[in-house]
């Protein structure tokens, strides 16, 4: 049983969620400038901090006034990512 078939089962649906755009990005870079570097960053870690779920749980960190991690897997790694 794959994950469609188990959520149909319970009665659930499932959505697809796209990364944030360029300039989603940038208008998240503006309100929140500590993952400004973050956005524009490339390769794989592009994928992982423009989805909204990774997104969130860096801002948070972000907002409640962390010092800026020199990886975005620590802080996943951190918040159960």
């Keep these: 049983m794959d994950?469609?078939?188990?959520?149909?089962?319970a009665g659930m649906e499932s959505i697809q969620v796209g990364l944030f755009d360029d300039e989603?990005?940038?208008?998240?870079?503006?309100?929140?400038?500590?993952?400004?570097?973050?956005?524009?960053t490339s390769g794989p870690a592009r994928e992982i901090v423009r989805r909204p779920f990774f997104l969130r749980?860096?801002?948070?960190?972000?907002?409640?006034?962390?010092?800026?991690r020199s990886?975005?897997?620590?802080e996943l790694i951190e918040h159960g990512g």
């Design 3 to 9: 994950a469609a078939d188990f959520l149909n089962q």
């Design 24 to 40: 989603e990005a940038k208008q998240i870079g503006v309100a929140i400038p500590a993952l400004k570097a973050l956005l524009r």
């Design 57 to 68: 749980v860096l801002a948070e960190g972000a907002r409640a006034g962390r010092r800026q």
């Design 71 to 74: 990886s975005v897997r620590d």
